[in-house]
């Protein structure tokens, strides 16, 4: 077992919530440099949305609405700087804390939710958008804006209110489009968090985010760390990005992001 950096904001306790109850917080651990580099790069790649947008002749594309939400995915490598987020030592830290010495980038995504445009996400755990069993990977949630009740923040459902610790079969709201996979009546936590803060949770924690009733856009950029390559069962190819990050506890990529040592 690695000795715990005692500079690191992330403490034991912190690794055994993360063991007992699915998930921690971490309040404004994002140093500036990288927040303000998490907000432009979100705004460069609402851009290039648009400029897709245009091209196509349409106001939406998969799961974009224009001025109305952005889920804008794997495209890391086309804002500038923002790999240095990706793989920074704060990402190598939960990585460690929560995975291990062993890490790779799984998915990267922005979430945004523009001003009064409500929309909500059901309880869902990440790992229930994968339609086979697998090792759970970790979820690491950054508040880019103050995170509230009423800009839609997200809560979380420790694994000692739902009882579930694995992986279940979701179901699909035919109105939204999204997975559920939880129907009880249990609260869950609030993050409600300042910009520059994470919420860091298990690919089997459920989760859910409320609406944006503010007039002002709530923007949350997601990383996600496996231990391993998820495969595709039907073809034994890794899915999504699976770029190496961790390897021995050190980086067996470059913080510019641009190929794997």
């Known amino acids: 077992m690695p000795v715990p950096d005692s500079t690191s904001p992330i403490t034991d306790e912190h690794r055994r919530q993360y063991r007992d109850e699915g998930y921690f917080v971490l309040e404004r651990a994002i140093p500036d440099e990288h927040l303000g580099i998490l907000r432009d790069a979100c705004d460069h790649l609402i851009g290039l949305m648009h400029e897709e947008m245009d091209r196509l ?7 974009s609405h224009r001025g109305k939400r952005y ?27 929560t995975l291990g010495e062993t890490a790779f980038l799984f998915y990267d995504q922005y979430v945004v939710k523009a001003a009064e445009q409500g929309i909500t996400f059901s309880w869902h ?26 800009n839609g923040t997200a809560s979380v459902l420790p694994f000692s209110q739902v009882g579930i610790r694995t992986r279940v079969d979701h179901v699909r709201d035919p109105e939204t489009g999204d997975r559920v996979g939880y129907f009880g009546d249990q609260p869950g936590v609030l993050a409600v968090v300042p910009a520059g803060s994470l919420v860091v949770f298990s690919s ?18 997601v990383t996600q760390y496996s231990r391993q390559p998820v495969l595709d069962p039907a073809t034994g190819e890794p899915l999504h990005l699976a770029e190496p990050f961790l390897e021995n506890g050190r980086r067996s990529s470059p913080v510019d992001g641009t190929s794997p040592r």
Not at 71 to 92: N, T
Not at 128 to 149: C, K, N, R, S
């Open 71 to 97: 889920h804008i995915a794997k495209r890391y490598r086309e804002a500038p700087r923002l790999a240095e987020y990706v793989f920074s030592d704060l990402m190598a830290e939960v990585c460690r804390a």
């Open 57 to 63: 002749g349409t106001d939406h594309v998969h799961i």
């Open 204 to 221: 089997v924690t459920f989760h859910r985010s409320g609406a944006n009733t503010t007039d002002r856009m709530r923007r949350a950029y």
């Open 125 to 150: 755990q990440d790992s229930g958008y994968l339609d086979f069993q697998h090792e759970p990977y970790v979820t690491v949630w950054a508040a880019v804006d103050d995170m509230t009740i009423e």
